[in-house]
């Protein structure tokens, strides 16, 4: 298994960027440092959080919220206080934010930014996965 990844990424020669440096190949043509993984769960793991801001901070900049109650996990009836209408008006935000269309049964399910970055998340790997 090892041999066939090593001839993958020989053939590729793939060139990833960890934390700042390359994976770079020794003289041999194999790689010193086989962290394919780790790089891609890395790449995931701030695009999450890349989302989750750009989330929070639109929904910060509703006018109808009060920014400072604004979290993760706040729940935008509940916690936020909006009605069915500003519920609407916050999932076309998302959806122009984010080039993304969401279809009303799931937009109810949307309770709060942290279900809002999961859709969008899943949503781009979803894409991502069709073209390929």
């Known amino acids: 298994m090892q041999s066939l ?13 960890i934390r700042g440096q390359f994976i770079t190949e020794d003289m041999n043509g194999m790689y010193t440092h086989v962290q394919l993984v780790r ?10 959080d890349q989302v989750m801001d750009r989330i929070v901070k639109l929904v910060k900049k509703f006018t109808k919220i009060d920014a ?3 979290t993760e996990t706040a729940d935008f009836q509940k916690d936020l206080s ?4 500003d519920r609407v008006e916050l ?3 998302f959806e122009e934010e984010f080039s993304v269309e969401i279809p ?3 937009a109810d399910k949307l309770k709060c930014c942290a279900d ?3 859709y969008v ?3 781009s790997n979803d894409k991502v996965s069709e073209s390929s």
């Not at 790089?39 to 999450?48: D, E, I």
């Not at 909006?82 to 209408?85: I, N, P």
Request: aromatic share 0%; with cysteine; hydrophobic share 50%.
């Open 5 to 17: 990844r090593t001839t993958i990424l020989n053939h590729m020669r793939i060139r990833v960027p």
């Open 39 to 48: 790089a891609c769960s890395t790449a995931a793991s701030v695009n999450q």
């Open 68 to 70: 400072a109650k604004v």
């Open 82 to 85: 909006l009605d069915s209408l």
């Open 91 to 93: 999932v076309m935000a």
């Open 104 to 106: 009303d049964a799931e």
């Open 116 to 118: 809002v970055a999961k």
């Open 121 to 123: 998340i899943s949503g």
